[in-house]
């Protein structure tokens, strides 16, 4: 099952670059850190389904997608359920309620601070914004990294958070330095 669930992740997030396969591995990955115990069925099929469709809301089309994907492959009805609500609220701005749906919640917004994160949101600022200049791309990410690290779960995704934040905190004052020198 596990395989079925990577394969459909990959398929349908071929090509994309900021919400793709790579995003949910690490995803997957940074949330297994998070906490010793956990329902790893759980975790591994929200983790890998919480970004496949990017229509927005894009949590809620990812969701009632996940849990056809998940009917079809004979996954436990209840841990569908689950899973659903993990996808639903793993924006910074969800509600999860149960260890693996934090669990996917603060992982997601790990992946969105650091290089990477810089990386994805200067993407997404693009992409999903329509932001059409650096200065922009610069504002859009210092107002996803304040909105999202203000909604962070568990104490272990803070810990972990407080290099990538004065990272990218960094590397935010050095662009913004760069892309302001025509103003100076």
Known sequence: MRNIILQYSKDMSAGRLARGFDHCNRVYHLAKQLEDIYDDEVLY???????????????????????????????????IELVKEAILNHIPEGNPSFKEAKMLHDADILDSLGMVGITRLAIGAFFWKGAKSLFEVVNLIKEY????????????SKKLAQEKIDFMEKALKQLEKEVTI???
């Not at 990294?145 to 272990?156: G, Q, Y």
């Open 45 to 79: 099929a929200s983790t890998y389904l919480h970004d496949i469709i990017l229509a927005e809301p894009h949590q809620l089309q990812s969701a009632e997608k996940a849990e056809a994907v998940l009917h079809e492959v004979g996954f436990k009805p209840g841990k």
């Open 145 to 156: 990294k304040e909105r999202a690290v203000s909604h962070f779960i568990l104490e272990k």
């Open 182 to 184: 025509t103003t100076e």
